[in-house]
Antibody, heavy 120, light 108 residues
Framework: QLQLQESGPGLVKPSETLSLTCTVS??????????WGWFRQPPGKGLEWIGS???????YYNPSLKSRVTISVDTSKNQFSLKLSSVTAADTAVYYC????????????WGQGTLVTVSS | EIVLTQSPGTLSLSPGERATLSCRAS???????LAWYQQKPGQAPRLLIY???SRATGIPDRFSGSGSGTDFTLTISRLEPEDFAVYYC?????????FGQGTKLEIK
């Protein structure tokens, strides 16, 4: 059964770069049938798609975050990563990773999520 | 960007009752590329429905989705205690993917 697990610092200072990794187990990130995505959910609020990546490195980003976001993949480690630069308190959220079929945009399964707080 | 508006914001019902949740898009969602997710406190979203009306693997048949164009509906035929949660719709017909603000289904 495919599982995803987010990891990374739970506290980031304002203006610094948030870095998270999603580790995939029970399946290969190099599947030609899937893309991998990042989402976030501020406390008590709704969901926002950040971006997606294919195992080849092809990426798609939400225009609202594109200038600050980099998503990368490491097939040797079966991981993909998120970097969000110049963070502010508005970037405080639970960050999730998830998988989607290559030709469709629904996401399943999801990781459990990790809370990242931006504070000095 | 397609804006999704869910209604009602909160729905108060009793176990055994029927729940009808609405998701309206600001423009037509191509090919009915709309999904529904369930989220319980402290948990990740769980896919229920994709392509507007197809149930995801392992989802009970009391959950059903319908609609096309700009109007979509999630129906839960007979509420079980474990169904009380927040429900989100998501469109993937155009980028960026967007979500509705959610409907909270609470026990009356």
């Amino acid at each position: 059964q495919l599982q995803l697990q987010e990891s990374g610092p739970g506290l980031v200072k304002p203006s610094e770069t948030l870095s998270l990794t999603c580790t995939v187990s029970g399946g290969s990130i190099s599947s030609s049938s899937h893309y991998w995505g990042w989402f976030r959910q501020p406390p008590g609020k709704g969901l926002e798609w950040i971006g997606s990546i294919y195992y080849s490195g092809n990426t798609y980003y939400n225009p609202s975050l594109k200038s600050r976001v980099t998503i990368s993949v490491d097939t040797s480690k079966n991981q993909f990563s998120l970097k969000l630069s110049s963070v502010t308190a508005a970037d405080t959220a639970v960050y999730y990773c998830a998988r989607r079929p290559s030709y469709y945009g629904w996401f399943d399964p999801w990781g459990q999520g990790t809370l990242v707080t931006v504070s000095s | 960007e397609i804006v999704l508006t869910q209604s009602p914001g909160t729905l108060s019902l009793s176990p055994g009752e029927r729940a009808t949740l609405s998701c309206r898009a600001s423009q037509s969602v191509s090919s009915s590329y709309l999904a529904w997710y369930q989220q319980k406190p402290g948990q990740a979203p769980r896919l229920l429905i994709y392509s507007a009306s197809s149930r995801a693997t392992g989802i009970p048949d009391r959950f059903s989705g319908s609609g096309s164009g700009t109007d979509f509906t999630l129906t839960i035929s007979r509420l079980e205690p474990e169904d009380f949660a927040v429900y989100y719709c998501q469109q993937y017909g155009s980028s960026p993917y967007t979500f509705g603000q959610g409907t909270k289904l609470e026990i009356k």
